[in-house]
């Protein structure tokens, strides 16, 4: 159960696009279709961004797209706006009704 | 107001005990399935363990096997996690958090979170 690998830190001007990958192996991300993206304020609770690769609950803004190819998702953040600035965990499910979390992204907007 | 609210951490020494509640409120929480997740101070996300709606099959991750136990009582609308043997790795903020559920599964992603209870180890 290693952790997802995530780059420790992404950056864009406003309006601009920034896009975070999650790299695993076929016994998570790539064999499952349960991946989801949390973004985090300091100090708050995570707040779920995207699931099932590309899903966004109500309330969160298209801005925010998912994907997947092979073992890597990826979160694209598009349009950067100043409340975009936060940390970014991928999750996937890894069988047998267990999870496994990114090494997050620091998301910063220049 | 659907929400959960952890409570029960505090600062323990090493090889310490700790029980820690998540008070669920705002749905039905015998329905759901519900899990704990940690994060180790300025570090990421870890998810803990998992129980099942009525409380019959639980999981949890190779690195607390042994030491801890998630539970939970229906009529109380209330979910715990029982850790014994803590270490000082173990130190972090404990989540309380609900998979979201389809009609097929409850594997698809964590939709409500709680704002976490502090538990520090150390000697």
């Known amino acids: 159960q290693s952790a997802l690998t995530q780059p420790p830190s992404a950056s864009g001007s406003p309006g601009q696009s920034v896009t975070i990958s999650c790299t695993g192996t076929?016994?998570?991300?790539?064999?499952?279709?349960?991946v989801s993206w949390y973004q985090q304020h300091p100090g708050k609770a995570p707040k779920v961004m995207i699931y099932e690769f590309s899903k966004r609950p109500s309330g969160v803004p298209d801005r925010f797209t998912g994907s997947k190819s092979g073992n890597t998702a990826s979160l694209t953040v598009s349009g950067l706006q100043a409340e975009d600035e936060a940390d970014y965990y991928c999750c996937s499910y890894a069988g047998s009704n267990s999870y496994v979390f990114g090494t997050g992204t620091k998301v910063t907007v220049l | 107001e659907v929400q959960l609210v952890e409570s029960g951490g505090g600062l323990v020494q090493p090889g310490g005990s700790l029980r820690l509640s998540c008070a669920a409120s705002?749905?039905?929480?015998?329905?759901?399935?519900m899990s704990w997740v940690r994060q180790a101070p300025g570090k990421g996300l870890e998810w803990v363990a998992n129980?099942?709606?009525?409380?019959?099959?639980?999981y949890d991750v190779d690195s607390v096997k042994g030491r801890f136990t998630i539970s939970r009582d229906n009529a109380k609308n209330s979910l715990y996690l029982q850790v014994t043997s803590l270490r000082v790795e173990d130190t972090g903020l404990y989540y309380c958090a609900r998979p979201y559920c389809t009609d097929s599964d409850c594997l698809s992603h964590f939709d409500l979170w709680g704002q976490g209870t502090l538990v520090m180890v150390s000697s």
């Open positions: 129980i099942k709606p009525d409380g019959s099959e639980k």
């Open positions: 076929s016994s998570d991300v790539g064999g499952y279709k349960y």
């Open positions: 705002g749905f039905t929480f015998r329905r759901y399935w």
